[in-house]
């Protein structure tokens, strides 16, 4: 397979481009508003109000009655202020320029200086995004005044026997699509991150099975030996297969899983959270059963983990910086680009309300390594 | 009353706006052209050129004969460098990039290395504005290259016997409206100046009576004891019932005016420059007759008034980051909100040119203070 | 003569200007892309990847076989990063992200990960622009994928018996067309530069004679004796006489040559790139023989034309900035503008393709000086 991805057949804006051929593409951006995304830690949402942006939404995240978390729009109904410069007044918020008081549901509760006349009423009503705190962070849905027909996703090891875990936060300059192509994309780490998570290629050939069903896609690679990095020699000193999944589960999870007999076990999950078109934030969960001493991994894993993302970060900002300079993405990919264009798949049907299609698709890929 | 301003019905740009349903507004700038405002005080302008800036219209300021302030468009019509880069030559102005001179009038007096030929001539007139040089102010009239029918906004108590005058000037990110709104609005002051201006609400309800009529609005507001906040403190040791008018003058006036008995009286007169649709500077001229000594008033006043304007500032900065992010303003105003689409009616009627209707306006509005 | 310029007679974007009749005009901006334009000097391009920017087309520049200059579009065909970020490996230059390589031609020679498939294609091609190592300068041919027909501008000058030089680099916040004008103008060197290059104006009146014809357009002045600057004392302390002719050639050189007697001989060549519409970078090659030491010379050279510069540099930045806030230019041109519109023409036609007439124009004008 030697094509573009449908990605770069999209239209391209006019005058943005100074040679005519040079481009085809726009960005790969689907902007998927009927789901949830992390927010906030859960001990960031204290008694004040909380600022945070989702696909360009601004909120206002407060705790309400019962300590609940609360979201709205952050934009007072009465004269466009952000809510989030107010107070939380018991259980409800106040707005800090007039007063006025809202309830978690977006209600009005009270206007001040007011002598007459209900405080609620439809033109008051700010828009209101349903709310989850599971597993230590708070999730918002996407659309406001909704009740969602789904559950945000869980981090399922986080407590479970035998489990440690890491929680980093780090922000890319990139569309979700780039960012969650990228934390699943195994050629790149051969290359850029030589030496930190994978060496030199050994020329191993090894299979990717992909499958793609419902509202997920994964790589599982066959014949993966104990890769020579030093985050692998953590994971097993003593060498042997790989048993190693790449997955991407809509709306923006990214899950990459690493076994290595029943000893050693270790899910990096990241839950990606669109601010805007153009950048993501991503929550990213390490889950491990190791081994190795787990005080030891906790201390080694952040540096690392930080220090491999740095270097994504710098090409997903150029990328981006290069994809905006010339109205669109040109993409020229090859068949072992294997999950990028079947998440690109998933994400347009999301952001179309397509449901999850029925059918499977599994196709095998062989990648050097 | 429970209705939208008008100017939350106009129409929205498009593509500004993620969720379709929560915006219906445009901004409330009306461009008023025909009118003086305040771009320098006399000190500031000496015998060098001096830039302005009036609804986005690039002005360079300069003394010509007798001392007279001038104001041309500031672009050299030769090659298009501001003139405020050049010098005071006599009574002339001199570009800075080729040394053409222009009169108080725009029109050019002298083409260096030019052999022959007459340095004047329609391509090379300036747009030059009127000027007044009034009460410490220069003022200049936003259309160019007319007699204006009408004379500047008069500062009356200034030098009045028995008064003194405190001046200052702000800066808000906000349009002419807002910036004229918030001045004039009481509920926000029980609010957001709770303890500086006004103390917590008493409970007293007040009537506001407003009456609109010719180029101007305005509130009085009857039933008001003396507030127990640090300025009325000033004002009135004795306590007693307050005379106060809230008072909105076209093109862009905001007095607030106060009397306790004869003896004290206090007028707030703010001018309001829009230097462009969302940047407004404000010229603050707060008069006095008090029984309190005038040297303290003085002190007290200019911290306390900053104080004040820099809770408005940060609302108002705020307010117009959320409008322009969301395409447009969508208000919902109560009956309360008295004096606010009276200034927008007025402005709009004003910017498209007609004449001060013969019409009087008049209302009564119950608020709780 | 006494009309606007071509360019002023442009249409104007919508939108922009408070006043209706305060513009007419656009920028001058012609995009002339069949063209050679300076990226780097030659000691600059060493054994690591090179950005540089020619009319807003993003390059990368590399040393590929025997160490031939190479210069391709700055963006990896698979994921678009900037190929500036990678590294030279041999004779290719390799993405940072992914290591795909590419040859000086652009065609893709390597993909890491790939078992098997040739790397080549035309998905994967990277455009790329000719390239030339002059006279210690590396010039790219603005248009991709083509055999220039023309070759670039050379510095006579440089290397010959008798001369020395000084190469600056300065950057104008300027169209390249006021740059260029900028560069060629006499009459503003008499007024902004008054004591650096020129004295006060001492009323003596010169012949320029205008000629244009083919890809050039050049004015010489007639009886113009030795300047009391400091630049001409350096030329002759004797006085005398001088030889100055002022010269535009296609696309982007200005030569102002300055002569006086045998023994005296000053060459400044000025080879402009163009950045972006509005940013052009000015290599300046300055060629002389003349009877003082020639190492006073280049002591003295490079601090004075760099405040010339600066001061002209000033003039330009306010100057785009002020055809911008205009939606285009407004100029009003005099008979002593006296190559501004031709240079315009000749850049306009460059842009539209047309080969040079064989039309030769002579006009004579009167300049006081």
New interface residues.
């Given amino acids: 397979m030697?094509?573009?991805d449908e990605a770069s057949r999209a239209k391209l804006p006019a005058g943005v481009v100074?040679?005519k051929?040079?481009t085809r593409g726009q960005a790969s951006v689907a902007?998927v508003?009927q789901a949830w995304y992390i927010v906030a830690r859960s001990h960031e949402l204290t008694d004040n109000a909380l600022a945070a942006t989702v696909?360009?939404?601004?909120l206002v995240l407060f705790r309400g009655a019962g300590g609940q978390p609360a979201a709205l729009?952050?934009?007072c109904?009465?004269?466009?202020?952000?809510l989030s410069?107010g107070q939380v007044a018991g259980a409800e918020l106040q707005c800090?320029?007039?007063?006025w008081r809202f309830g978690a549901d977006g209600g009005c509760r009270f206007?001040?200086?007011?002598?007459?006349?209900d405080a609620d009423?439809p033109?008051?009503k700010v828009?209101s995004f349903a709310t989850r705190e599971l597993d230590g962070f708070i999730w918002v849905y996407a659309t406001?005044d909704v009740t969602p027909t789904v559950e945000p996703y869980r981090f399922a090891l986080m407590g479970a026997p035998g489990y440690d875990h890491v929680v980093s936060l780090v922000t890319a300059e990139s569309t979700l699509h780039?960012a969650t192509e990228n934390a699943l994309d195994?050629?790149?780490t051969?290359?850029?991150h030589k030496g930190l998570f994978r060496g030199d290629?050994r020329g191993v050939?090894i299979t990717a099975v992909v499958r793609r069903s419902g509202d997920r896609v994964e790589a599982q690679y066959l014949g993966e030996s104990r890769p020579p990095g030093l985050v692998a020699r953590l994971l097993s000193p003593s060498g042997g297969e790989v048993t190693h999944y790449d997955r991407f589960i809509l709306p923006s999870i990214a899950e990459v899983e690493y076994r290595m007999g029943d000893e050693n076990h270790l899910l990096v999950a990241t839950a990606m959270t669109p601010v805007s078109d153009f950048v993501t934030r991503l929550w990213a969960v390490v889950s491990f059963r190791l081994r190795v001493p787990h005080t030891l991994v906790k201390r080694a894993l952040k540096p690392l983990a930080m220090q491999i993302f740095q270097q994504d970060a710098?090409?997903l900002k150029?990328?981006t910086a290069?994809?905006k300079?010339?109205g669109g993405?040109?993409?020229?990919?090859?068949?072992?680009d294997v999950l990028g264009r079947h998440i690109w798949r998933l994400l347009r049907a999301a952001e179309r309300g397509d449901a999850p299609g029925a059918e499977v698709l599994e196709e095998r890929v062989?990648?050097?390594?």
């Fill in positions: 030697d094509e573009n100074p040679l051929n040079l902007k508003l696909w360009d939404i601004p729009l952050d934009r109904p009465h004269r466009n202020v952000p410069l800090g320029y007039h007063g206007i001040p200086s007011r002598p007459t006349g009423g033109a008051r828009p406001p780039a195994v050629p790149h051969a290359f850029l290629s050939t710098v090409m150029a990328q290069l994809v300079r010339f993405e040109q993409f020229a990919s090859t068949e072992i062989e990648l050097v390594v």
